[in-house]
């Protein structure tokens, strides 16, 4: 299990999945692929404040990292559905320069798991889930080469 330096068991998940776990936050950060959290660290240590979920400062973020089947998001398919996912919005960055840097580096993150980002045209809509702009990345394999990362548009 890794736990993660930056983020904090409410931040992946919603407040019931949270209330269910109570008090067990390495069970919250098992259901997360390690890579995908370490990922997560090292693009908050580079650059700055990150905020996935944010419902328990009393914001409207609940659904940027696990989605369950009472989520009004919830999607079968969804990588977020089995933790493989995270939405991420930066307080101090662009998400083209997130995406930049993470194709830069697409070694390192393929090697985490990191299999997929979504396209920019894609966030920078609104989804329901806030009309910010923010990064999506998961590691659904997607069957293209070895060591490449796919920016998909759902
Ligand atoms: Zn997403």
Redesign the pocket.
């Known amino acids: 299990m890794y736990k993660p330096d930056h983020f904090l068991p409410h931040e992946l998940v919603d407040q019931q999945t949270y209330a269910l776990f109570e008090g067990q936050p390495d069970t919250i950060y098992r259901l997360f692929p390690e890579g995908l959290l370490r990922a997560a660290d090292d693009l908050r240590e580079l650059f700055g404040s990150i905020t996935i979920n944010n419902w328990f400062y009393g914001c409207e973020r609940q659904w940027?990292g696990f989605r369950h089947e009472r989520s009004r998001y919830y999607s079968r398919n969804?990588?977020?559905s089995s933790c493989n996912?995270?939405?991420m919005v930066f307080s101090h960055a662009e998400v083209p320069a997130v995406h930049a840097y993470i194709m830069a580096n697409e070694a390192k993150f393929y090697a985490l798991g990191i299999r997929r980002l979504?396209s920019l045209e894609a966030?920078a809509k609104h989804?329901g889930?806030s009309a910010g702009n923010?990064c999506?990345?998961?590691t659904k394999e997607c069957g293209k080469p070895e060591g490449k990362i796919h920016v998909f548009r759902p």
Do not use: K, R
């Open positions: 940027s969804s990588q977020h996912a995270l939405d979504e966030t989804d889930i923010w999506h990345m998961d």
